[in-house]
């Protein structure tokens, strides 16, 4: 049942929302993460909706909160077209640059993965263990190697066999190390030595806090955030912050994950979400 | 966003001192303002609203023997923060060692918590002070989390029980039941088993974390969760503490900047100590929970403790021992030195993010708004020595025309930048020569720099005089 159900019934209804009502609404939306913020501004929103058109009216209001930016991908329309996969440590960048290229790749598209994660321990056999599985060229470097050479290598690869998709994972860093940033910041421009880098998505954890907006802030100055991949949808987690960041840095919602394997990832559908929150 | 959480703490109290007494309504606004700035810090909707009205109860048990408004502000200033490190430290306590070895510690929590490294890390935090752990690899889920067990353990020189390939290959039941075998046989005295990530809400896996328990029956299973974590802890904590249960809290992640409410919520709905704080990407970057440390960043106070922390960290010891002793030895220091230096700055971020660590660097910030720090004249700087050859940086006086014409080409910048950096180090160089003749202490090395690693125990927050806590310290100041 969505978050502004009720709400609809009673005030189609008994055109009646108790103060309990209105208090249960509150303690909801704040427990989807949305924020004290976006949760105020909503409320007023409601208490300003007639009974007659409800539903139509949350709709606008939600609609309103959300990303003006298209969700659709990113393709270089010219020759090879490189997403970069960024975010904290454990939002699941791994999984999620998997999960893309298996995608990419059933639907008839060549793509090669470079595995730029060479900080954490074992990260590039757990992209090249994935690879295997999903049958898609990883392109690594030395352990503990420079990043951005081992994304320069890749590029230059994928370019040589003229693939389609080059997907770039990063690895985990925390958004207020600036030495860190600083070194994402390079992945990317050295990448673009050979190739211009079309998309960068940044994932959040659907289970993150309020943090998740000083993340997407973060990342967008260093290497401009082209869209988000919420993951980790299929907990009890809603990942409100998402919509938040929407609503203040808009960024869209590009891709959501559900789960360990790697068909469950899809596109976000922005207008399916907002009839799941009303009715 | 939340920069002006303290500053807004701050001024509802200056609000209430400028008062001569004060009034219901006062202590209401400050109660939204606490609870406004708590939802922030993304604890949990009840627990802010069963903390606001025990802070109100005990305040007003405190308010009615006192007169004035400025010393009823401090009393409520005093609840507040009193009564959060209650609740996050009230049960503090270290890992309960078994009297039968081995002591056998059972990590659990969601994917991306940081379970696989936090093993690490407790292996390492035990084994230096003299224990024997062995690591069990049971996270046989993830794609090449035994993999990464094992790399972990051998930088740490901590034996890894890995019987099983992993990426969803064996039974984590048996492997953890075999490991703990294996170490009874071997005598190790400390069994850390690292268990796959799982949902609250997925019934099969919790059940599994439970057969785990139950066939290595732990003395500690530790929750291992996410500073970063959102209002889900409620959910996913009470998940866990129903399906597996656990006995303390490890919040990991630390480093980052995220307030941590969740760690209130967890520790006042489960009534589970949080016992350690994962701080880094380095293995050693552990170390047990401090409450008033957790407290005074829930409400954006600023952090010393962490800011002294994060510079020991960045101005390696041995560097700074060095120098120390080259400058007391009468040599000369050099652009290299200053070199490292720089780069030491860099990497504990920001200005205006240390600034934020600061007490009142909240307001401090705002306030500097428009005369933003330079940033980028570090990176030059750097720039202008990276472009030296290595005995240029040792002797700054064989720089000539044609030296300096390529050192700017070479960084980028104006050959007048050049001489105004080596002008300026010839200056401070000779400064120090001064100062040393004069003999004042090798600690100010490092032309004004935080160089030589301030312990956490010089830091003034137990200083009696002054709070280390902005608020308060304004409270005090202005009386």
């Known amino acids: 049942m969505g978050l502004f159900s009720k709400f609809i019934a009673k005030i189609k209804g008994e055109n009646s929302f108790t103060p309990a009502d209105w208090q249960e609404l509150e303690s909801e939306l704040l427990a989807s993460d949305i924020g004290p913020t976006l949760t105020r501004s909503l409320l007023e929103s409601a208490r300003r909706v007639k009974s007659e058109n409800a539903q139509e009216a949350l709709k606008q209001t939600l609609t309103s909160h959300l990303s003006t930016q298209s969700r659709a991908s990113i393709a270089n329309p010219d020759g090879m077209t490189v997403v970069m996969v960024v975010g904290v440590n454990g939002t699941g960048k791994t999984t999620s640059v998997a999960k893309l290229a298996s995608r990419i790749k059933n639907s008839g598209s060549s793509v090669v993965v470079a595995a730029g994660d060479t900080f954490r ?64 910041e390079k992945v990317k421009r050295v990448v673009e030595k050979i190739s211009p880098v079309n998309e960068v998505l940044l994932t959040i954890d659907a289970t993150t806090g309020q943090n998740g907006m000083a993340q997407a802030k973060l990342f967008s100055e260093s290497v401009n955030v082209t869209g988000i991949i919420l993951t980790k949808l299929d907990g009890s987690a809603r990942g409100g912050i998402a919509l938040a960041i929407e609503n203040e840095l808009n960024i869209p919602i590009k891709w959501i994950g559900t789960g360990e394997s790697e068909s469950d990832f899809s596109a976000f559908d922005a207008g399916e979400y907002i009839e799941g929150l009303l009715t | 966003m939340f920069d002006s959480l303290s500053a807004r703490f701050t001024s509802a109290f200056s609000s209430l001192r400028s008062r001569g007494k004060i009034s219901a309504a006062d202590l209401d606004s400050t109660y939204a303002e606490i609870k406004q700035a708590l939802l ?127 990426n969803g290959v064996g039974d984590p039941v048996k492997t953890a039941k075999a ?95 949080i016992m350690f704080a994962s701080t880094g990407e380095k293995l050693s970057d552990f170390d047990i929970f401090y409450p008033e440390r957790m407290a005074s960043r829930i409400l954006g106070m600023g952090d010393v403790a962490t800011l002294a922390e994060q510079a020991k960290k960045a101005f390696d010891s041995d560097k700074s021992a060095k120098l120390e002793a080259k400058f007391a030895s009468g040599e000369d220091f050099t652009l290299e030195d200053f070199l490292d ?55 700054p006086k064989v720089l000539n025309g044609s030296r300096r014409a390529r050192i700017a080409l070479g960084a980028g910048l104006k050959v007048s930048d050049v001489n105004n950096l080596v002008d300026r180090f010839s200056a401070a160089q000779k400064m120090m020569r001064q100062i040393r003749n004069g003999g004042v202490p090798a600690g100010m090395a490092g032309m004004g720099m935080p160089a030589m690693a301030p312990k956490p125990a010089n830091i003034p927050p137990k200083k009696k005089s002054k709070s280390g806590n902005p608020a308060k310290r304004a409270l005090e100041e202005s009386q």
Do not use: C
């Not at chain 1, 074992?122 to 392109?139: D, F, M, S």
């Not at chain 2, 904590?237 to 919040?251: K, M, P, R």
């Open chain 1, 121 to 184: 321990a074992a990260a590039v056999e757990q992209l090249q263990t994935w690879g295997t599985r999903i049958n898609v060229t990883v392109v690594s470097g030395k352990p503990n190697g420079d990043p951005a050479s081992v994304a320069f290598d890749a590029a230059k690869r994928a370019a040589q066999s003229q693939a389609q998709f080059l997907i770039i994972d990063t690895a985990g860093r925390l958004h207020n190390k600036s030495d860190l940033m600083d070194e994402l």
């Open chain 2, 40 to 166: 922030e810090s993304d604890v949990a909707l009840e627990v802010v609203e069963a903390f606001i009205a025990e802070v109100s109860e005990k305040s007003n048990q405190a308010l009615s023997t006192i007169q004035s408004g400025s010393n009823q502000a401090n009393a409520i200033f005093d609840v507040v923060n009193s009564s959060l490190v209650e609740i996050l430290g009230g049960a503090a306590r270290r890992v309960r060692f078994s009297k039968n070895p081995p002591t056998v510690i059972m990590l659990a929590g969601l994917q991306g918590a940081g379970k696989t490294t936090l093993a690490g890390k407790l292996a390492k935090f035990y084994a230096d002070q003299g224990n024997t752990p062995l690591l069990v690899a049971a996270d046989l889920q993830r794609p090449n989390a035994v993999t990464q067990l094992q790399v972990v353990g051998e930088s740490i020189n901590v034996p890894v029980f890995a019987p099983e390939p992993g």
């Open chain 2, 341 to 395: 230096q720089l780069s030491a700055m860099s990497k504990m971020g920001s200005m205006s993010k240390l600034m934020g660590m600061l007490p009142g660097g909240g307001q401090m910030k705002q306030l500097t708004k428009g005369a933003n720090f330079d940033e980028s004249e570090i990176v030059r700087t750097k720039a202008i020595i990276q472009s030296m050859t290595p005995r240029e940086r040792q002797e």
């Open chain 2, 179 to 273: 490991g703990v075998e294996f170490a009874k046989s071997k005598q190790y005295n400390m069994v850390i088993v690292d268990t796959a990530g799982r949902l609250g809400i997925d019934a099969d896996l919790m059940k599994e974390a439970s057969d785990i328990r139950d066939a290595v029956k732990p003395d500690e299973i530790l929750f291992v969760v996410d500073a970063m974590i959102g209002q889900d802890a409620v959910r996913t904590s009470q998940a866990f503490l129903n399906g597996v249960g656990f006995d303390g809290v490890v919040l990991t992640k630390l480093d980052g900047d995220a307030r941590g409410g969740a760690a209130l919520s967890i520790a006042s709905l489960t009534k589970r100590p």
